[in-house]
Structure formats: structure tokens, C-alpha cells
């Protein structure tokens, strides 16, 4: 590991201590084998002005919610130096007494809430303390050789045994630094968790850091190796869906399946001792909340059901009531990764963020546990340490549970064709915002600009060829591990065709867009969503189906094929859960397939305006493509989870329909 600090960038912070601060804890944060999703923190003693102007002494200190990588002033606390120092000082210190007292003690009471380690900040003397979970001194640490080997890589350190975090913690460095003076030594190894390293000046305490960590890296080059493998195979995805649908079920929720096949995610699956090396726990604890203490193994082929999903409920089950002491309620027994044997591993999450740092966990977890087992043997800590950081109230904390209402299609995976503008478009925001990974299929390759932001992904396909519709489909669940919500949209209109003027060509191609394509993408959908969560496909149909009106016969027959074929899904589909509902929109003038001047024409006809005609409904209401894309929305929401074969109009209301 390479010091990244230059003088000449630090000079540019080093309007205060402060500012030195937020440089060096940037440095620790771009390292993510210094620190990992938030992990890590840092602070610094210095003097401020309080309300009435008196100079106080204060400890900046990390707050929680920021991550060190990006870290700014702003996401300092400021805490009353003496009196953070003088809780220390308490012979026990409960979990909410030490919440509430460190908050007293913040000179903004606004200011983030400080981290769990301000104490043991506090208490060590030096101005700059840098604190990392580094995966090179952990992996040393998690070894039944660890005290040995710790000794011989950093004699000029003082090493602690573990102790879970927090007050007791702070109150095992207070009282080792009251027998050994700190500055006698380069840094504290804490066993299982992680490291210290401080000075008066911020780049002292920085270098230490990297020193200490390139001492450890050294000493892995040296003795250890990793095993993984390069072979690739094939990966049945109707499996990998399977596999997701097993897990959603047991966490009681849609979850996105992650697959990971780098070569060195498939190499470790691969390794014969993987089920016996992956499953003796995390490299610290620190990550039990993200990834759960041990992954899930899944054979190559799994059966139907994935019995390794239930036995590993079964198994998580076991651990809670094992090792619960208090009147504890069991999280969700899901299991966060899988290690798919022959294929790679597998981040199972609720948001494509949380599966991103679940999968970046794992690959740091799955290179730590062969070394360690190169250089002595995986040793990680007991079930029981792990249980009570898992179970630790102030860790649950960190995943920021908030008591928002829960978006209706969260973890959700989603397919929309059409989706370059107007419904198609409008129905991949709603769905989107609802919590759903939205993929949008569209000939116009424009979909990949429109959309690729906020949970959505453009693809440009050809929905009039089926290979491309099954490239695409295969794609989504590579990318995601399953598929719950099909929306047909894809569609064109040509005004003015009756039917003596019907080329061939016309016919055909309306057609293959609006009706045979919609069969194309049902049926390659289809396996999938039978092992999709509360699976639901919804048409797109026309007011023209109920109503017809002169000049548009291959549309409304288009739209009155898919409505029947909508009905047949639906008789089809009933028993395998899958719902299929069917909108009818009418007069939605914010599409593509209306323009200024067909409006007008279309305005013209009637004598009214185009305002007037805009709004020639029931209700006298302009429909949107928005109104359509909600609706669709809610349709394959659980609002509607006893209807299937259902056609809704959105057209304002209707004589002719009603
Ligand atoms: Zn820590």
C-alpha cells in the first residue's frame, strides 16, 4: 500500500486543523481495502468558539452517516473534549445512556450523531486518530497463529484482544493506556476488528496507517496465496431465478439477485474446501449486518425449491435461538450472499446499492478467507461475537432504518417495451419510483440515454425479432436474477388507414409491432415470471378495442388481438400466480404518436379547439401518459392482487365505452 498524501494537495485544506482532517480521512476513504461502505472513522482535537465566544476544546469526530471517502467538514461532529474524555471514566455505560450522553455533549445539537468510537477517540492523547478495518491486519488477526504472528509483523504495536465495540471498547483502551503510553507505540491492533494509528500531525497519522498495513500486506505476499481458479461455465438463468425467488420468499420480500462471475468469484465457488472455509464467519463483525455471518451454498443445478435456502433458515434459526440472551426479535433469516457452486456469487439485496456493497464485501471476504487459510487456517471470530454485534442496537442503526412507508415494488424487477417515450416512458418513472429496477426495451437506441438513471436501464431491441426480445429478456435477469413485472406498451399508429387504403405493408407491420410482439415478449417472459414475486403482466390496449372509430382498422385490431390474448394469459397464467390486467387509454396527447398537427386535424374535425378536444371526455380531465404509467403502476401492485383478466379504461370516461 502507497501513501497517497502530497504536500502540495494538503496545502489546499490546510486552513485548519479541520480541513487537514477531511484531507486525510479522504485518503483512507479512496483506499476500499482501508475502508468499506462507511467503515473507518477519524477525528481531531481542536479549539472552536462557542455560542457566547469562550474557546472550547473539542473533538471532531466522524459523524455517522458519512462516508470517509467523501467526507466534508460537515460531517464532523463536534463534541466537549473533557467531558466526552470523562465518560471513560464510568465503570459501565449502557448502549442508550451513552446515545443521549454523547449527544449532550455535541456543540450543534443538530450535528450528525457521533461515532460509536468517539469515546475511545476522545481518549487517545494524540491530536490526529485514524481509525481503519483494514482487511490485510484483520485477515492476520483471524488465525489461531494470530498472536504469533501479530507479534512478529508489528512489534512496535499494542495489540488487543477483541472486545465487542462501543463503551467497552473505549473503556479496554482507556485502561490499557493508562499501563502503556500510547506514544510509545506506532498504533493498536485491535484483534477481529481493526486498527489505530495517531500523531499531533495528520500526516503522521496517516503514514503510520499505510505503513502498518503495507507490513501486513508484505507479510501476506510472503507466506500466503489464493487458490482461485479462472474455469467458466455456463449458468442456467430459469436456476439463478430459482434461486432469487427462494430468497425472496424467505427474507419475505422481492430481493435482486446479484451475479458475480469475475473469474475470481467462479474460481472460489469452485474450490472443493469452499463450503467448509466461507462458512466460519466474516472477517469482522463489522460486516455481519450487511452480509449476514456466513453466505448460503448453492449446488450447481439447484433442485426445485432450492432446499439450501430452507436449510439455511432453518440454520440461522438455530443461531438466534442459540445465542439470543435477551427478548430479542429474530431479523429476517434470509440469506444476503450465495455462493453458487460453478457459477459465482450471488449479492442478494433489496436496492441495486445494497447489493452492490454486499457483493463488494464478498469479494474482499472471499480473497481474506484464502489467504488466511494459506497462512494457518481461517480462524474468524465465535458465532456468539458475531450474534451480538449482528443483534447490537447501535449497528442496527447504521443500515438506517427509516420509518418511511415501504415503496410498493422494492427489490422488484420490471420490463417495459416501448419505453423511449410517452406511456412506455411515463410507466418506467412510476414503476422506478416505487422502488423497482425498470429495464426499457425500444427500437429507437435513444432508450439508452432516456433512461439509465434512478433504477431504470435503456436497452435498444428490436421487439419485432424474437432473438433480440430473448437476448434482452436474458440480459435483465444476468443483470438482476429475475423478472416479476412485464409491461406491453410497444406500439405504432398510422392515422388515416381504412381499410381501401390498406397496403400490405401497413397492415403487417402494425401488426407485428402491436400484436404479434406483445406475444413475442410474453412468451419469452413467461419462464421467468413464474418464479418472479407476485408476478404481473399488463397490456396496453386501446380505447379503440371497446369503441372503434373509422380510419384505423389494423390498429384497432391490433388492440382488440392483444386484449383477447391478454384474456387467454390470463386463463393460462391464473395458476401460476401470474396476473395479466389490461388498460385501455384514450385521448393521452403527451405520446409520439401524436403530433401538433394531427391534433389539429384531429381538433378540426369536431370544429372545437384543440383544448376543447384535448379534454372531450366524461370528466372533461387531459389524461397524461403520467396518469397511465401510475396506473400501470398500482395495477401490479398488491392493490390489485386478486384481479387478473381485468380491462380498466383511463380515457376521462366515455359514452361509447361505459
Ligand atoms: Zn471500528
Known amino acids: 500500500m502507497k501513501s497517497l498524501w502530497s504536500d502540495e494537495a494538503a496545502a489546499a485544506f490546510n486552513d485548519d486543523e479541520l480541513g487537514m482532517r477531511v484531507y486525510s480521512s479522504k485518503l483512507l476513504g479512496f483506499d476500499e481495502n482501508l475502508v468499506m461502505h462507511g467503515g473507518g472513522n477519524t477525528s481531531v482535537k481542536a479549539t472552536t468558539e462557542d455560542f457566547f465566544g469562550r474557546t472550547v476544546e473539542v473533538l471532531y469526530v466522524k459523524g455517522s452517516g458519512w462516508d470517509l471517502k467523501t467526507i466534508e467538514k460537515a460531517g464532523f461532529s463536534a463534541l466537549k473534549l473533557q467531558d466526552t474524555q470523562m465518560l471513560a471514566e464510568c465503570a459501565t455505560l449502557s448502549d442508550p445512556d451513552m446515545t443521549q450522553q454523547l ?67 473505549s473503556k479496554q483502551v482507556s485502561d490499557a493506556i493508562k499501563r502503556d503510553d500510547p506514544k510509545d507505540y506506532k498504533g493498536i491492533i485491535l484483534m477481529h476488528h481493526g486498527v489505530f494509528t495517531y500523531s499531533d500531525e495528520a500526516k503522521v497519522a496517516y503514514e503510520s496507517m499505510i505503513e502498518l498495513v503495507s507490513r501486513a500486506e ?46 475470481d468469484a467462479q474460481g472460489y465457488s469452485m474450490l472443493e474446501t469452499v463450503a467448509d472455509i466461507s462458512s466460519r464467519g466474516p472477517i469482522t463483525p463489522d460486516h455481519v449486518i450487511r452480509t449476514k455471518r456466513i453466505p448460503v ?125 410517452g406511456i412506455g416512458n411515463a410507466t418506467c418513472e412510476a414503476l422506478a419510483a416505487e422502488g423497482a429496477v425498470v429495464v426499457g426495451l425500444d427500437i429507437n437506441p435513444e432508450v439508452v440515454s432516456q433512461l439509465g438513471c434512478d433504477g431504470t436501464l435503456g436497452l435498444e431491441c428490436d421487439l419485432t425479432n424474437s432473438k433480440a426480445i430473448a437476448v434482452a429478456v436474458d440480459h435483465v ?23 381501401e387504403e390498406h397496403t400490405e405493408l401497413t397492415w403487417n407491420q402494425i401488426l407485428d409491432i402491436n400484436l404479434t410482439a406483445t406475444q413475442r415478449l410474453m412468451t419469452a417472459t413467461i419462464p421467468y415470471l413464474k418464479w418472479g414475486i407476485a408476478p404481473s403482466i399488463l397490456i396496453v390496449g386501446s380505447r379503440n378495442y371497446v369503441a372503434p372509430g373509422p380510419g384505423a ?40 404518436l401524436w403530433t401538433e398537427e394531427t391534433l389539429a386535424r384531429s381538433a378540426a374535425r369536431y ?52
Open 103 to 169: 449527544r449532550a455533549l455535541l456543540l450543534d445539537p443538530s450535528a450528525p450523531s457521533p461515532s460509536v468510537e468517539a469515546i475511545l477517540h476522545a481518549t487517545l492523547p494524540s491530536k490526529f486518530i485514524d481509525h481503519t478495518h483494514t482487511d490485510a491486519i484483520v485477515t492476520l488477526s483471524n488465525n489461531p497463529q494470530a498472536a504469533r504472528i501479530l507479534k512478529e509483523v508489528f512489534p512496535d504495536c499494542l495489540i488487543l484482544p477483541y472486545v465487542m465495540p462501543g463503551f467497552i471498547l
Open 218 to 263: 508484505a507479510y501476506i505476499t510472503e507466506y500466503g496465496s489464493t487458490l482461485a481458479a479462472t474455469a467458466e461455465h455456463d449458468v442456467d438463468l430459469l436456476d439463478l431465478a430459482r434461486i432469487r425467488n427462494a430468497v425472496s420468499l424467505a427474507r419475505g420480500e422481492a430481493q435482486l439477485g446479484v451475479l458475480d462471475r469475475s473469474p
Open 477 to 499: 435477469i444476468s443483470l438482476y436474477g429475475g423478472l416479476d413485472i412485464v409491461v406491453c406498451n410497444a406500439g405504432i399508429f398510422k392515422a388515416g388507414e381504412r381499410i
Open 607 to 658: 370544429d372545437i379547439s384543440v383544448e376543447e378536444y384535448k379534454t372531450k371526455n366524461l370528466l372533461g380531465k387531459t389524461i397524461t401518459a403520467a396518469n397511465v404509467g401510475r396506473l400501470l403502476s398500482t395495477m401490479a401492485s398488491d392493490v390489485f392482487t386478486a384481479t387478473t383478466g381485468a380491462q380498466i379504461p383511463i380515457d376521462g370516461g366515455n359514452d361509447r365505452v361505459i
Open 553 to 592: 382498422a389494423a390498429y384497432s385490431v391490433s388492440k382488440a388481438g392483444i386484449t383477447q390474448l391478454a384474456r387467454v394469459a390470463a386463463l393460462e397464467l391464473a395458476a401460476d400466480g401470474i396476473r395479466v390486467n389490461i388498460v385501455h387509454p384514450d385521448a393521452v396527447f403527451d405520446t409520439a
Open 297 to 421: 451454498i448453492i449446488d450447481t443445478r439447484p433442485a426445485k425449491g432450492v432446499p439450501e435456502i430452507d436449510r439455511y433458515v432453518t440454520g440461522y434459526k438455530q443461531y438466534f435461538e442459540e445465542n439470543q440472551t435477551a427478548q430479542l426479535q429474530m431479523l429476517d433469516p434470509a440469506p444476503r450472499v450465495g455462493i453458487w457452486r460453478s457459477a459465482g456469487s450471488i449479492a442478494f439485496g433489496s436496492s441495486l446499492r445494497e447489493c452492490s456493497i454486499i457483493s463488494d464485501i464478498a469479494r474482499h471476504t472471499r480473497h481474506a478467507v484464502q489467504i488466511g487459510e494459506s497462512i494457518g487456517g481461517w480462524q474468524a471470530l465465535p458465532a456468539e461475537d458475531i450474534f451480538a454485534l449482528e443483534y447490537w442496537v447501535l449497528e442496527q442503526a447504521k443500515l438506517g432504518k427509516s420509518t418511511a412507508r415501504k415503496k410498493q415494488h422494492q427489490g422488484k424487477v420490471a420490463i417495459v417495451s416501448g419505453a423511449c417515450s
